[in-house]
């Protein structure tokens, strides 16, 4: 089973991989929560049609996806048939994963990795 995992940009992306049958998938901050991107409906419309499990991580600061958007979207996964998470980080902006960005939060950072690797690995089969 393959997984996709991504960030802001790849977020969506990998959202968008998660309605098909893939075996997790990890949106780090992932944008067009309420209005669609890249021609696609929102993922807040798409999310009742995640066919693989899906965690979305996002940071209270981040300018660009409000908490309420994010609230909304875990309303709608929670309608999903698969499993799904949505974590928030109270002091974590946009960004927050990266490193090289002014924007990184490095214990929101270490925490979203390892639920990453624990929602893979949770998820993930080894056949």
Known sequence: MSAWWGSAWGGSVAFLAARQPIGAAVSFYGGGVVE????MPSLQDLAPRLRAPWLGLYGDLDQSIPVEHVELLREATAKASMPTEIVRYPDAGHGFHCDARDSYHES????????TLEWFGRHLTTS
């Open 36 to 39: 669609g991107r890249f021609g």
């Open 108 to 115: 929101s950072a270490t925490d979203a990795w390892r639920r």
